[in-house]
Each structure stands twice: as structure tokens, then as C-alpha cells.
């Protein structure tokens, strides 16, 4: 969805327990509302500002602050500023096989600016393998444009 996202540590490597990714995303190209059944989310924001909406909480974040995501708990983001770069670390890991099985090895280190429209019946399909769900509907509930 025109994100750039780099695995650093996967679930290979720490025999199952947890994974580290690093993504930079801009506005526009956030994913809507969903739940992991499996992981339990931590994003540590490194640059730009994020809005975080973890079930009926709005989460403000700032460079140096992380929040919190449960597993069971809906939840997106919303990209505040002309990007942003954030750590994800997952636990357990396994979930970064959804982004290596819906996205596509970047061509340059940098944010798309003009993305393909993702195949949303295939990251569907893929999150539902995965214990992800994916709740749309609620995206016309309170996601401000900024």
C-alpha cells in the first residue's frame, strides 16, 4: 500500500518469540481497522507524528513515544505528517509473513508515491491464515483526515 518496511529481526531468529519491523508510510496509505488474535503490538515512533486508535482511544504519538497495542483490541493509525517512521515490535512473531506475502521487495529505500491498489481479497484471505480480521466498516466511524 505504498509503505516501506523493513524486517530486522523475524521470528526465525528468536525461535518464535517475537519480531522487529521498521516502517515509514505516508498519509493516505494506513490499513483500515483490524485485530491480531496472535500478537500483541508495540509501535516506538522515530519520526513524524502517528494518531493511533486502539478500540475507543485516540493516541496521539511524538518522536521517542510508543504505545501499546493488545492483542483482541481493533485497531489502526493515522499518518499525521508527509511521513513518519516507526518501530513495530511483535510478539510472538510470525505476523511479519503478512507483509512479505501481500507486499513486494522495495525497488528504492523511500515511501511510493503513486502505489498499485493492494489486492485487498488476497491480504484478506492472507490475515485470515494469519488470525488477522479486519473490521472496514469501522474506518467510517472517526478517522479524521488529519
Same mark, same amino acid.
Do not use: C
Given at each position: 500500500m505504498?509503505?516501506l518496511?523493513?524486517? *530486522?529481526?523475524d521470528s ?7 519480531? &522487529?519491523?521498521? %516502517? @515509514?508510510?505516508?498519509?493516505?496509505? #494506513? ?6 488474535k ?17 478500540g475507543?482511544?485516540e493516541?496521539t ?9 493488545p492483542r483482541?483490541?481493533? *485497531? ?6 508527509p511521513?513518519?517512521?516507526w &518501530?513495530?515490535? %511483535? @510478539?510472538?512473531?510470525?505476523?511479519? #509473513? ?10 528504492r529505500?523511500?515511501v511510493?508515491q ?8 488476497h491480504m484478506?484471505?492472507t490475515?485470515?491464515?494469519l488470525?488477522?480480521t ?6 467510517k466511524l ?5
Amino acid at each position: 500500500m505504498g509503505s516501506l518496511m523493513t524486517v *530486522h529481526v523475524d521470528s526465525a531468529a528468536t525461535n518464535g518469540s517475537s519480531a &522487529l519491523i521498521e %516502517m @515509514t508510510g505516508a498519509p493516505g496509505f #494506513e490499513p483500515p481497522f483490524h485485530s491480531h488474535k496472535n500478537e500483541d503490538e508495540l509501535f516506538y515512533l522515530m519520526e513524524g507524528s502517528l494518531k493511533v486508535f486502539r478500540g475507543e482511544e485516540e493516541l496521539t504519538l511524538k518522536p521517542g513515544e510508543s504505545r501499546f497495542l493488545p492483542r483482541g483490541i481493533p *485497531h489502526t493509525f493515522k499518518i499525521l505528517s508527509p511521513t513518519a517512521r516507526w &518501530l513495530v515490535y %511483535m @510478539t510472538p512473531g510470525g505476523f511479519e #509473513e503478512f507483509f512479505r506475502a501481500v507486499g513486494r521487495p522495495a525497488q528504492r529505500l523511500e515511501v511510493e508515491q503513486n502505489p498499485t491498489s493492494p489486492d485487498f481479497g488476497h491480504m484478506v484471505a492472507t490475515g485470515e491464515r494469519l488470525g488477522l480480521t479486519f473490521f472496514p466498516e469501522m474506518a467510517k466511524l472517526r478517522l479524521p483526515s488529519r
